[in-house]
């Protein structure tokens, strides 16, 4: 089509050839022109082919998982934790399910979310920042973490923020699992806590597991048996938008929640109540006591059937309690977490009598059948003993000794023990279980007690001051021999120490958890069968003549507890042994560990009252109640028994 | 002058009809076609949830704006650029007071406008002004190029281009005066200005940018506002960027890798459909369509827009004159650049400067121009084939 033809008549008129210019123009090329601006084109779109390239087949898998990243949510289902219940089933502890107040703070910026923070701190009578602080300060330790501004909501808070959905934006109601206690504060201590994981546990808890902000056991049987009351969260992976609302096809996959399993224990709610009910007159009516505690466990197996401390707390209370009631529960002085059943040690005191007279009888310093002249004092090595009240008991074997809690007929024993080689006191009350602790199944708070010897001895003498109390001297053997000097005990140990008397001669682990059951009753694991056991070695005719001797103290004419066990019908018959614990600082602690019925025993309690005075006044009527719940009888019948002269 | 089949008058309408589309260059005029019919096809499955009472919204209104623009074509087949030379300087004037009056109306409402309200209709006169300015800079350099002294050429054509381009940098519309800067430069460089404009021109502009990007700004002026520049800047590292343009390129780019080879289909695009994906039916277009279709269909979109502009380059190769060859030009780097700067923002080389995607992207005003624009080069194209280029 080209065409050769002269200069078309449309050319512009400056195209024409005119006279020469001064300024030669050099010709335009448009070919070339042309030609680089189709380069340019083309170089322009090979670029782009090749960044796609770059984008889509070389980087395609990354940006494939940040796709789905975008569009997947994990979508948690809180799981409720499982009950625990009393060896009858009745619930201690159960979940309940509440609608807790949440905020999402990826949601809550700028002013809009500031007035929602404001509207909603106020509405629930808040200062206007109370709410807005609550995030912020969650926000430094958890961010991007939903933030629970108030749990377990009123039925009106809840109509108040779904009525406002609109103007709440990043504000929620979610489902969540409370503790609820039927029983109050029935066994506080032993159930123990729940509560956020602690800081510095979270990588602990996290590889096990568990999400940042589940909830978990913090004490007692909450902790120890954490494994199986715990409830694993369901997840959903649901599609979501940009607007993080859910799309079309849903739920994507699905772990449902797993509730938690239920834990049944071996205290019996029944006896537990009578014990801390017990306890709690015992210390408000002596107008001296700072506290007391108890343990009740079945002799033949370590089932602990109740175990309570008082004072005691509301377990609740660190769970919907303000921060102040933590605070004050965690600092006052009446120490009311401590365990005192477990973690209270005091001097054993008369209690302790049983064990060093197995001890003299098993190691021959005492032969059966042998009366020791039992005065008001002894002399020995230059040094006057007293006995209690300096009462003269006359010549009298082990057994009546045991009835009247006879001090001097123990330094005697003591004397012997001394006296001899080796160690018989320390030995017999480490085989009793004592100086360690029993290995009952709670996380913590167990102590160990403490069985003096030569090593503790120099490992707490002042050399400089007092070079010579860095051995182990006559007087301590003589002040062990009727519990006092050092040894130190816990309720739980000498409740595991007597057991072994009234079993017939086997140590026993105590044990809280009985059994894990699932939610139609049947057993999915034996927590006490499996609890060890181990022979004490003691001979039978120690046991009879210790056994008959702790039968006459709360029986005999001169027993130190027949008053409050002499009246109980034959069939309650009680065995058992008072004490009462020098205090250098007061009051005089009060003991009593006795079983039931005494021809096959089926209880055994253990109880002490700090500054609760003597044994049989103050600490022998806690048992006495306590056993009466267990195997049936009136508490009005203890103290029923004859007055000892 | 010459007459050629396609401008006798009479016969029947099914004769003016076959005559009107005889001679076209039919690999442009089928390509523009191919597509905007895909863009439709795109805009449907990429609006489907966007409006729950109304699933076919933008697909049924970008439907109605590619008839309205074939329609606009076929008219233009028929535009005597010759004559119409004639009314150069009023067709200028017309397009300075359109945009002027959306300056106007724009600043006394709130924020940016683009568009003038006609009733229902909303027209953006700086889009049809980037045809009407590629053919007033074309016939300006025509009458002028062997009268005029180059160097007062060039920035005479550069200041006639400047007047409607500032009005629209000023809407604010940084895109769109972009494109008139493209139109002008090509235009100045088909017509064989001499290179050392271009390469003073584009030493001022890279001067101008630091300024305004980056010198000033630290002084203390801003000549832009705080969110053109986060998008101008956005590209060089959209990770570091938390701003809502950055998000866009990010989620862009994922939108685009995500696709892979082969793509997720239109049921799978999840960036797309979950509105991960902003402006997926309008400046973002070409991301949907990686996604959806993967490297093998956005390479295939890519395929398409060369052979358009390939068709250009032909035809403004083989323009029968002069003012059609730098018509041509202009329209050709029209096309060229939005093309190259939709997609290349879209893949993340490119700054975010609002420009949609030539025959893809949901819009009235661009469409209608593109079309225009693919018109006004058929003819072109049919008169340079059948009367060829002139020479000299």
Known sequence: MSTTSPIPPDLPSGDEPGPPRRRIRRPPRPVLRMASFTMAVLLLLGVLVARLWFLQVIGGGDYQERAEANRLRTVITEAPRGAITDRN??????????????????QLTGTKGAGALRRLSVALGHPPGYFAAKVKKSGESRPFEAVVLEEDTTPELQAYVEERRAQLPGISLEAAYVRDYPEGTAAAHVLGYTGPIPAEKAEEYGSRGYLGNETVGRAGMEAEYEEYLRGIAGREQVEVDARGEVVGRGILSQTPPRPGQTLRLSIDVKVQKALEAALRDEVRGS????????????????????????????????????????????????????????????????????????????????????????????????????????????????????????DTFFYEIGDRSYRVRGWPLQDWSRKFGLGRPTGLDTVEGESAGLVPDLAYKRRTCDRAVDPINCSWRPGDSINMSIGQGNVL????????????????????TPTLGRAVVDADGRVLRDLLSARAKRPLGISEQSLRLVRTGLRRAANGNGGTATPVFGGLPEQFRVEGKTGTAENPSGIDHAWYVGYAPADDPK??????????????????PVVCRAIGAYVGFSADTCGTGAKVN | MATFPGEIGGGSARARTQSAVAGLDWWLLGSAIAVSGFGVYVVRVATDGDIPSDPGYFFTRQVAYTLIGLVALFFTLRLDLERLSRYVWTL?????????????LGSSARGSTRWIELGPLRLQPSELGKVIIAFVLAVIVVERIRSMDSARLSLFVAGIAAVPAGIVFLQPDLGTSLVYAAITVAILWVAGQPITHFIVAGTVVVTLVALVLYILPAAGVNVLKPYQVDRL???????????ETGYQLEQSKVAIGSGGAFGKGPSGATQTINDFLPEHHTDFIFAVVAEMFGFLGAGLLIALYFVV????????????????????????????????????MNVGIMPITGIPLPFMSYG????????????VLLRIGRRGRELGPRTR
Not at chain 1, 489 to 508: C, D, E, S
């Open chain 2, 364 to 375: 009235g005003s661009h469409t209608l121009t593109n079309l225009v624009a693919v018109g």
């Open chain 1, 603 to 620: 209880i055994l309690v253990a109880v002490v009252v700090e500054r609760g005075g003597q044994g049989a006044n103050s600490a022998a």
């Open chain 1, 89 to 106: 089933g009745a619930p201690l502890v159960t979940s309940r399910e509440v609608l807790n107040l949440v905020a999402e703070p990826s």
């Open chain 2, 92 to 104: 200028y004037a017309m397009l300075i007071a359109a945009v002027g009056i959306v300056l106007v």
């Open chain 1, 489 to 508: 005990v816990t309720p739980i140990q000498m409740a595991v120490a007597y057991a072994a008397i009234a079993n017939g001669g086997t140590v026993v």
């Open chain 1, 287 to 406: 107008g001296t006591s700072t506290g007391a505690a108890g343990v009740a466990i079945d002799p033949t197996t370590g089932a602990v059937l109740a175990l309570a401390s008082y004072p005691t707390y509301d377990p609740d209370v660190f769970q919907s309690g303000s921060p102040r009631e933590v605070r004050r529960l965690l600092t006052s002085p009446a120490r009311p977490l401590l365990d005192r059943a477990i973690g209270g040690e005091y001097p054993a005191a008369s209690t302790f009598k049983a064990i060093t007279a197995t001890a003299a009888i098993e190691s021959g310093l005492y032969k059966p059948g042998e009366i020791i002249e039992s005065p008001g004092s002894v002399v020995l090595y230059k040094t006057r003993f007293k006995g209690f009240n300096e009462t003269d008991h006359g010549k009298i074997g082990v057994s009546e000794a045991l009835e009247v809690s006879s």
């Open chain 2, 233 to 243: 800047t956005a590209f060089v590292d959209s990770g570091a960027d938390r701003s």
């Open chain 2, 309 to 344: 502009i390939w068709r250009c380059l032909v035809i403004m190769r083989q323009a029968h004159t002069e003012l059609e060859r730098l018509v041509a030009a202009g329209l050709t780097a029209m096309l060229a650049f939005e093309v190259f700067v939709n997609i290349g």
